[in-house]
């Protein structure tokens, strides 16, 4: 079966630390760039970041550059965002994606809330 | 930064009438970089439509994208009852995707 299946989500402090999650399978995982999207209580999608099929380039969205981090392991179809002093308004559900092609592929979501 | 605006925010139809989206760019986007996607709560998005006006694998034919420069359309010729949801239009390149804020098709 093909997808995308993120994991990692919690309930953390402001300020702290949470690495999430995003394995693949049923395709070639190594040959797809993937990205993040996120979606905060009531509002829209918001694209966070990007990571290149070879890991060898990314880009963050402003709000969270100097903050979060990708990086991805393809022995393991795996891509992981370390996300470092998280904010209240870092709450959201967090979606990794492939680019929209003749298939589409988004995991199911994980759910970060900061709040002390 | 590109910024989608789409409209109207709220659409109330009934089941079988025809919905027109709207988003409009804030400078001109290439059409093979414009998609459309439907969701609902607690599940994925739902890609829709690629390059502006390419269907998603599986995606029923009721579904129409339009557009060019800096005014892209979605149309769903009859709406069925499981159509009802938000649907976002979406820049995308490789370095960064841009979204609307999105269209919520309500039952009238």
Same mark, same amino acid.
């Given at each position: 079966?093909?997808?995308?299946?993120?994991?990692?989500?919690?309930?953390?402090?402001?300020?702290?630390?949470?690495?999430?999650?995003?394995?693949?399978?049923?395709?070639?995982?190594?040959?797809?760039?993937?990205?993040?999207?996120?979606?905060?209580?009531?509002?829209?999608?918001?694209?966070?970041?990007?990571?290149?099929?070879?890991?060898?380039?990314? /880009? /963050?969205?402003?709000?969270?550059?100097?903050?979060?981090?990708?990086?991805?392991?393809?022995?393991?179809?795996?891509?992981?965002?370390?996300?470092?002093?998280?904010?209240?308004?870092?709450?959201?559900?967090?979606?990794?994606?492939?680019?929209?092609?003749?298939?589409?592929?988004?995991?199911?979501?994980?759910?970060?809330?900061?709040?002390? | 930064?590109?910024?989608?605006?789409?409209?109207?925010?709220?659409?109330?139809?009934?089941?079988?009438?025809?919905?027109?989206?709207?988003?409009?760019?804030?400078?001109?986007?290439?059409?093979? /970089?414009?998609?459309?996607?439907?969701?609902?709560?607690?599940?994925?998005?739902?890609?829709?439509?690629?390059?502006?006006?390419?269907?998603?694998?599986?995606?029923?034919?009721?579904?129409?994208?339009?557009?060019?420069?800096?005014?892209?359309?979605?149309?769903?010729?009859?709406?069925?009852?499981?159509?009802?949801?938000? /649907?976002?239009?979406?820049?995308?390149?490789?370095?960064?995707?841009?979204?609307?804020?999105?269209?919520?098709?309500?039952?009238?």
């Amino acid at each position: 079966q093909v997808q995308l299946v993120e994991s990692g989500g919690g309930v953390v402090q402001p300020g702290t630390s949470l690495r999430l999650s995003c394995v693949g399978s049923g395709f070639t995982f190594s040959s797809y760039t993937l990205h993040w999207v996120r979606q905060a209580p009531g509002k829209g999608l918001e694209w966070v970041a990007v990571i290149s099929h070879d890991g060898s380039t990314e /880009y /963050y969205s402003d709000s969270v550059k100097g903050r979060f981090t990708l990086s991805r392991d393809d022995s393991k179809s795996t891509m992981y965002l370390q996300m470092n002093s998280l904010r209240a308004e870092d709450t959201a559900v967090y979606y990794c994606a492939s680019p929209p092609r003749v298939v589409a592929l988004w995991g199911q979501g994980t759910q970060v809330t900061v709040s002390s | 930064e590109i910024v989608l605006t789409q409209s109207p925010g709220t659409l109330s139809l009934s089941p079988g009438e025809r919905a027109t989206l709207s988003c409009r760019a804030s400078e001109t986007v290439s059409a093979i /970089y414009m998609a459309w996607y439907q969701h609902k709560p607690g599940q994925a998005p739902r890609l829709l439509i690629y390059g502006a006006s390419s269907r998603a694998t599986g995606i029923p034919d009721r579904f129409s994208g339009s557009g060019s420069g800096t005014d892209f359309t979605l149309t769903i010729s009859r709406l069925e009852p499981e159509d009802f949801a938000v /649907y976002y239009c979406q820049r995308y390149r490789f370095s960064r995707w841009t979204f609307g804020q999105g269209t919520k098709v309500e039952i009238k």
